[in-house]
T-cell receptor
Framework: DAKTTQPNSMESNEEEPVHLPCNHS???????IHWYRQLPSQGPEYVIHGLTSNVNNRMASLAIAEDRKSSTLILHRATLRDAAVYYCILRGASYGKLTFGQGTILTVHP | ETGVTQTPRHLVMGMTNKKSLKCEQH?????MYWYKQSAKKPLELMFV???????ENNSVPSRFSPECPNSSHLFLHLHTLQPEDSALYLC??????????????FGSGTRLTVV
């Protein structure tokens, strides 16, 4: 599985935007970029995924670099409920196990 | 309710006990998974089932025995565990084989303590 690299931790203030980076320089042409988050004492939760184009949904936006070697998860207005561990994961087109790394611990300050 | 239900939420068991963890998915997915999450460590994939058939066992000790009677139910049978097996055990499901890549849906997990 191609590897991703994320910062160990990031901090933000409430109602400010948050940009969570992920590097994946060995990504293959068929790998999708997935983001999950894990709130305290819960299982991981799907956030968003994309292949080449930027993606938006009700939770977040995903900005993918033109060369696909990096991506950024954007939370437009952080809330206290967004404090979680965020995981960036590469996964194949129609099948591929989800392999988790350490992720980024996001702390949101009131 | 996430669509993937795990029971029990908490379990304390002695090293000589036998217990089972249950997972049920209501999403019509064709694949199910067991993950283990120990303190301060990433999630570790334990077992993968596709269409009720086990397709992956990541060198998991035999004291953990999975069972998948149908595509909606997954069990993890526990026997003669060690204190280091104490962890959060997470079940997930997904729809595999489609051209469009969907994600996994996780349950809330079972917090297991081995004493």
């Amino acid at each position: 599985d191609a590897k991703t690299t994320q910062p160990n931790s990031m901090e933000s203030n409430e109602e400010e935007p948050v940009h969570l980076p992920c590097n994946h320089s060995t990504i293959s042409g068929t790998d999708y970029i997935h983001w999950y988050r894990q709130l305290p004492s819960q299982g991981p939760e799907y956030v968003i995924h994309g292949l080449t184009s930027n993606v938006n949904n009700r939770m977040a936006s995903l900005a993918i670099a033109e060369d696909r070697k990096s991506s950024t998860l954007i939370l437009h207005r952080a809330t206290l409920r967004d404090a979680a561990v965020y995981y960036c994961i590469l996964r194949g087109a129609s099948y591929g196990k989800l392999t988790f790394g350490q992720g980024t611990i996001l702390t949101v300050h009131p | 309710e996430t669509g993937v239900t795990q029971t029990p939420r908490h379990l304390v068991m002695g090293m000589t006990n036998k217990k089972s963890l249950k997972c049920e998915q209501h999403l019509g997915h064709n694949a199910m998974y067991w993950y283990k999450q120990s303190a301060k460590k990433p999630l570790e994939l334990m077992f993968v089932y596709n269409f009720k058939e086990q397709t992956e066992n990541n060198s998991v000790p035999s004291r953990f025995s999975p069972e998948c009677p149908n595509s909606s139910h997954l069990f993890l049978h526990l026997h003669t565990l060690q204190p280091e097996d104490s962890a959060l055990y997470l079940c997930a499901s997904s729809q595999e084989g489609q051209a469009l890549n969907y994600g996994y849906t996780f349950g809330s997990g079972t917090r297991l303590t081995v004493v």
